[in-house]
């Protein structure tokens, strides 16, 4: 018996032993080994074939956010690895462990113009935490195993493996594929705070006046929601959240204020932001869209920022107290210096104060909620869906129309990662594919993708994926004709002078039912219950196109935009 595999085949093995489950990609010439050995291997392994490898990284996100594994996406040399890049720097940046696997040209063709060479490891180096294209067969369980611990080490990211088309069929010894368990999941090898550090956290939490508690994506990627809540119900301290950090609580929990900051908050929302004479950052980088570009808080107030990445502690604010570790480990330790104080009473009045803002908030959604104007209103959309989506539903949205309103108004009744939208680079398309990803990491829970018109062209071949598997997916397309975004921003900032931001009005349903989905139209606002009543009931995949009101003409809750 031959104790050796094909490269092609190693790379299967070490994927099975690592614990992937799932793998997302598109087929290409470079990738037959690769797929040759998927075939006649037996493994643990799902490979979901798509139709563009943008989707294939999107729904690799989407899986690694609802699930806390490696998502796995993986695409052919040349057009194949410059597609699959999109979502790989989203995830990187978002802090999710992504592996994208791209095979290449024979490294013996190298240098001699053969079709689709490209140096894929100089096109990754910016975009991933890890890269590396592998230049020998017997290299690669060494560097799977080091991409892992890349991915799922400190603050997780996105790592790159490139497979040369020689370097799939060299000789791999058996004895070397192993994996380390550990690093199938994210985080991995949490690191608990410098002693001392929590505290002095709570010494300077403690002293302060108005103290304001801002979570970031990091505080559900580190699975700290259960620490949070009681940090924050002891403390009556109130927690706002960045769009990423929501789920840190619920959105029903008395001490949670909501989204702050340029989309998603708003004025009401905000004046607590404005308010605090500390604020504690947790898991969240204090970037330009939590802040409203740093406009708050003001350069000199106080801050105390929890986070897994030393490089973001002072990278904004002259920080008095930082906390570096991971999130989980931190907050426990947090409470139990409270544990030791007897600190079990409410201290800072948040909930009262909270509930008056969100009393604000709501009268002015529920004005338009309840509208009948025709287009339909953004927010009586978001309120039919509160009404029909069951309360551990996942729902993702594009960073266009949808996703403000969604992040202002819907509430999140249970915590972790339910609500998914891509912050950190905000390419559309994305929701439509990620749906996918979201699905086969939970597919006990209903899936809503939430997208404007702009974002389903971007992506909606892959509708025949979603139908091929048939995945009970539930689509929203806010149909107004334009890229809404853009035209709100020439509407508020430019004098209405709108330029090139206009398309034609399709037949989403039209679309949608070539494909194979079931699809209903709504124009009239009292029409809108039971089409998504019934879409989110049927068994299959279902989407339903809503005539909506354009950005430029709403209410968004996008603060430039606002008042």
Partial sequence: MSNTLSGAETMVRMLDAQGVQHIFGLCGDTTLPFYDALHNLDHN????????????????????????????????????????LPGLIEASDSSYAVLGITTDVSIGAYGKYPLTEVDQEALMRPLTKWNTVIRRGDHIPRMVRTAFRAM??????????????????????????????????????????????????????????DPLIVCGGGVVISGAMDELNRLATRLDIPVATSISGQGSLT???????????????????????????????????????????????????????????????????QTEVGVVGDLRLALAEVNTVLDARDQGVSTFGGAAAIADIKRRKFEIFETFATSDEIPIRPERIISTMMEVLPPDATIVS?????????????QLREDGRHFITNRAHGALGY?????????????????????????FGFTCGEL????????????????????????????????????????TPTRHTAIAEAYGLKAWRVEEPDDLKRALSRAIEHDGPTLVEVVTQALEDSNAPVRRWMG
């Fill in 152 to 209: 799922t080490t400190g603050r997780p990211g996105a790592a790159h493996l490139g497979l040369p088309f020689d370097v799939l069929s060299e000789p791999v010894d058996v004895a070397d594929i192993w994996a380390d368990p550990q690093t199938a999941t994210f985080p991995a090898y949490r690191q608990s705070p410098a002693p001392g550090a929590c505290e002095a956290a709570v010494e300077a939490i403690l002293s302060a006046k």
């Fill in 251 to 317: 959105e029903t929990n008395p001490q949670t204020l909501g989204v702050v900051g340029s989309n998603g908050g708003t004025d009401e929302t905000w004046e607590m932001m404005e308010a605090a004479d500390l604020v504690v950052f947790m898991g969240v980088r204090a970037g330009s869209t939590t802040t409203s570009r740093w406009e708050a808080p003001v350069q000199g107030t106080r801050i105390v920022h929890f986070d897994c990445d030393p490089m973001v502690i002072g990278a904004n604010y």
């Fill in 45 to 84: 392994i799902t490979h979901i074939l798509t139709r563009d490898e943008r989707s294939a990284t999107y729904m690799a996100d989407a899986y690694a956010r609802v699930t806390g594994r490696v998502g796995v996406c993986e695409g052919p040399s040349g057009g194949g690895a410059t597609y699959i």
């Fill in 431 to 455: 929701s439509l594919s990620a749906a996918l990803g979201a699905w086969f990491g939970k597919p006990d829970r209903k899936v809503v993708a939430v997208m404007g018109d702009g974002s």
């Fill in 398 to 410: 594009d960073p266009g129309t949808g996703c403000p309103y969604i992040s202002a108004y819907y």
């Fill in 464 to 503: 025949e994926t979603v139908a091929r598997v048939g995945a009970p997916i539930t689509y929203v397309v806010l149909a107004n004709a334009n890229f809404g975004w853009i035209k709100a921003s020439q509407h508020a900032g430019y004098g209405s002078r709108y330029y090139n931001v206009d398309f």
